[in-house]
């Protein structure tokens, strides 16, 4: 079992950063692919950056080359850097952990562990 905590939400203006982190507790060697999800109200919950074990990344579309996803395995630690920050970007923000090789297909539904979320608020 592995158990996942988010933090590193809070409120910024439109244009700042924020870096969220997850920390992995538990059974983290079975952990192969990671990723972070974003809720925002009214949506489907869906999945904005992954990373596996060798360090791949895959971004959705609206994050790409904003949102910098990233892993220190000594730490079990999981970030998200999240610069240039837009209100469309507020939500609620979940790191999601599994023992699959390749996850970026994955839906939140999919993984096997699964964050509590961290608020995140960008103001215009």
């Known amino acids: 079992e592995v158990q996942l905590q988010e933090s590193g939400g809070g409120s910024v203006q439109s244009g700042g950063s924020l870096r969220l982190s997850c920390v992995a507790s538990?059974?983290?060697?079975?952990?192969?692919?990671m990723a972070w999800f974003r809720q925002v109200p009214g949506k489907e919950r869906e999945g904005v950056a992954y990373i596996d074990d060798d360090d791949s990344t895959y971004y959705e579309d609206s994050v790409k080359g904003r949102f910098t996803i990233s892993q220190d395995n000594a730490l079990n630690t999981l970030y998200l850097q999240m610069d240039s920050l837009k209100p469309e970007d507020t939500g609620m923000y979940y790191c999601?952990?599994?023992?699959?090789?390749?996850?970026?297909?994955?839906?939140?539904?999919?993984?096997?562990?699964r964050g509590q979320g961290t608020q995140v608020t960008v103001s215009s």
């Open positions: 999601a952990a599994d023992g699959t090789d390749f996850c970026s297909y994955y839906r939140w539904d999919q993984f096997d562990y």
């Open positions: 538990g059974d983290t060697v079975s952990v192969t692919c």
